[in-house]
């Protein structure tokens, strides 16, 4: 059977640095960070942890994309979905009316899922009792309910599926909608992840751990992938969905197509529940069984958005892993490597999308996006990490994004400047 080839035809985005992909794509390429000081509004001061700060999404809407009483019966995580999903609709000109809605399916994941639900619901049980509780609560804070959502507002019955894999969670659901569509289980698919971790729960979960930088005096240069003086990961917010096709039906309908999926790989680290393998050869593998999916050589990619969230361990362990995979094209600096989770601060399970959307972006417009606040390399980091400026004018055929998450699980999407 011959695999249909699989394009993206529209990009829905939700963060800190903007929302739309024009809006925040521009802000990418300024280096325009999102990261600043924790609203109250979002985590009350006295139950903010060591970390202070975050990409917190300030002037988010929800009502221009929801009902309000849709508004009220939905968490944060779904909220960005249904924003980011509306978002890639518009940017695909996807008419939904057109299409036969069993053709059409959804993959939209989320690490965490409602946490503010969580929180919020169990203070009413303690408060007030069990009678007093919501009774939304269950669909307002189970993971696959972002998805749910999206199908119900969009007529999507086609194939309908979550993915639950940490920060790795949203390159899985690319990855998934991509096999979907390739082998014929669908013409259209919604795929990414949203993630609202922005609480105080979540953020002392993870501040606990010491995965968070404390530079809370200097907020938007607390994010340093791969420099020296980086001491933790600042926890982002939003959303991020493609609009994945088959090359015919996009043809068919006359859409814009904005680059190919040719690649994705994924693999266990069987390692340890936070910390990456310290040669990276889970991550080295994921990299390496993309490549071989898509029929290409490591010379062939130019461009790599890492998954570089600003943790010693993890920033050293995916340089590792890329010198093992791709050696001298990376290690003379033939390969650009940077990581706009220096900028987005790290979505969890969303990040891998809103990454994904940069490859895309990339390749688009020929330009290789920064990493900021990289002012003092880590010595064991020492590929090109387009440090703290743009360049424009790269041609860029190829590009990599890499997504990693707890537990071990690694992903990563090859996506390639499309050419019929």
Same mark, same amino acid.
Request: charge should be neutral; hydrophobic fraction near 40%.
């Given at each position: 059977?011959?695999?249909?080839?699989?394009?993206?035809?529209?990009?829905?985005?939700?963060?800190?640095?903007?929302?739309? @992909?024009?809006?925040?794509?521009?802000?990418?390429?300024?280096?325009? $960070?999102?990261?600043?000081?924790?609203?109250?509004?979002?985590?009350?001061?006295?139950?903010?942890?060591?970390?202070? +700060?975050?990409?917190?999404?300030?002037?988010?809407?929800?009502?221009?994309?929801?009902?309000? /009483?849709?508004?009220?019966?939905?968490?944060?995580? %779904?909220?960005?979905?249904?924003?980011?999903?509306?978002?890639?609709?518009?940017?695909?000109?996807?008419?939904?009316?057109?299409?036969? *809605?069993?053709?059409?399916?959804?993959?939209?994941?989320?690490?965490?899922?409602?946490?503010?639900?969580?929180?919020?619901?169990?203070?009413?049980?303690?408060?007030?009792? *069990?009678?007093? !509780?919501?009774?939304?609560?269950? *669909?307002?804070?189970?993971?696959?309910?972002?998805?749910?959502?999206?199908?119900?507002?969009?007529?999507?019955?086609?194939?309908?599926? !979550?993915?639950?894999?940490?920060?790795?969670?949203?390159?899985?659901? %690319?990855?998934?909608?991509?096999?979907?569509?390739?082998?014929?289980?669908?013409?259209?698919?919604?795929?990414?992840? $949203?993630?609202?971790? @922005?609480?105080?729960?979540?953020?002392?979960?993870?501040?606990?751990?010491?995965?968070?930088?404390?530079?809370?005096?200097?907020?938007?240069?607390?994010?340093?992938?791969?420099?020296?003086?980086?001491?933790?990961?600042?926890?982002?917010?939003?959303?991020? %969905? =493609?609009?994945?096709?088959?090359?015919?039906?996009?043809?068919?309908?006359?859409?814009?197509? =904005?680059?190919?999926?040719?690649?994705?790989?994924?693999?266990?680290?069987?390692?340890? +529940?936070?910390?990456? !393998?310290?040669?990276?050869?889970?991550?080295?593998?994921?990299?390496?069984?993309?490549?071989?999916?898509?029929?290409?050589? *490591? #010379?062939?990619?130019?461009?790599?958005?890492?998954?570089?969230? $600003?943790?010693?361990?993890?920033?050293?362990?995916?340089?590792?892993? %890329?010198?093992?995979?791709?050696?001298?094209?990376?290690?003379?600096?033939?390969?650009?490597?940077?990581?706009? /989770?220096?900028?987005?601060?790290?979505?969890?399970?969303?990040?891998?999308?809103? #990454?994904?959307? &940069?490859?895309?972006?990339? @390749?688009?417009?020929?330009?290789?996006?920064?990493?900021?606040?990289?002012?003092?390399?880590?010595?064991?980091?020492?590929?090109?990490?387009?440090?703290?400026?743009?360049?424009?004018? &790269?041609? @860029?055929?190829?590009?990599?994004?890499?997504?990693?998450?707890?537990?071990?699980?690694?992903? !990563?999407?090859?996506?390639?400047?499309?050419?019929?």
């Amino acid at each position: 059977m011959t695999k249909e080839r699989v394009v993206v035809t529209g990009i829905g985005a939700v963060s800190a640095v903007g929302t739309g @992909i024009e809006e925040f794509w521009k802000g990418i390429v300024q280096g325009r $960070s999102g990261v600043k000081r924790v609203t109250t509004a979002r985590v009350k001061e006295e139950m903010q942890s060591a970390c202070k +700060i975050a990409a917190e999404i300030v002037d988010f809407d929800a009502s221009k994309y929801l009902e309000p /009483k849709q508004v009220r019966r939905t968490d944060r995580f %779904i909220q960005f979905a249904v924003a980011a999903a509306q978002l890639a609709v518009d940017d695909a000109k996807l008419d939904m009316k057109q299409e036969d *809605p069993t053709r059409v399916g959804v993959v939209v994941g989320s690490a965490a899922g409602g946490f503010e639900t969580i929180e919020q619901q169990y203070r009413v049980l303690m408060e007030r009792g *069990p009678d007093r !509780c919501s009774p939304f609560t269950v *669909p307002m804070l189970i993971v696959n309910m972002a998805a749910g959502w999206v199908s119900i507002l969009h007529n999507a019955k086609g194939p309908n599926s !979550c993915t639950v894999t940490a920060c790795a969670t949203s390159a899985n659901s %690319i990855g998934d909608a991509y096999m979907m569509i390739e082998r014929g289980d669908a013409d259209v698919m919604f795929a990414g992840g $949203s993630e609202a971790p @922005i609480t105080a729960l979540c953020m002392a979960g993870f501040s606990s751990a010491r995965t968070l930088s404390t530079r809370n005096n200097e907020p938007e240069r607390a994010s340093r992938p791969f420099d020296k003086d980086r001491d933790g990961f600042v926890m982002g917010e939003g959303g991020a %969905i =493609l609009i994945l096709e088959s090359l015919s039906h996009a043809q068919k309908r006359g859409a814009k197509i =904005l680059a190919e999926l040719v690649g994705y790989g994924m693999t266990g680290d069987a390692w340890d +529940i936070v910390q990456p !393998c310290a040669d990276g050869n889970g991550a080295a593998r994921a990299m390496q069984a993309a490549l071989k999916q898509a029929g290409m050589k *490591p #010379e062939d990619v130019n461009y790599i958005n890492a998954h570089g969230t $600003s943790t010693p361990l993890g920033d050293r362990a995916e340089t590792t892993a %890329i010198k093992s995979v791709f050696g001298e094209h990376a290690t003379k600096h033939k390969l650009a490597v940077s990581s706009s /989770k220096s900028m987005t601060g790290h979505l969890l399970g969303a990040a891998g999308a809103l #990454e994904a959307a &940069v490859c895309i972006m990339a @390749i688009n417009d020929s330009i290789l996006p920064p990493t900021i606040n990289l002012d003092n390399p880590d010595p064991e980091c020492d590929l090109d990490y387009v440090a703290n400026v743009a360049r424009k004018g &790269v041609n @860029i055929d190829v590009a990599l994004s890499n997504s990693f998450g707890f537990g071990g699980h690694n992903a !990563c999407l090859l996506f390639k400047k499309f050419k019929s």
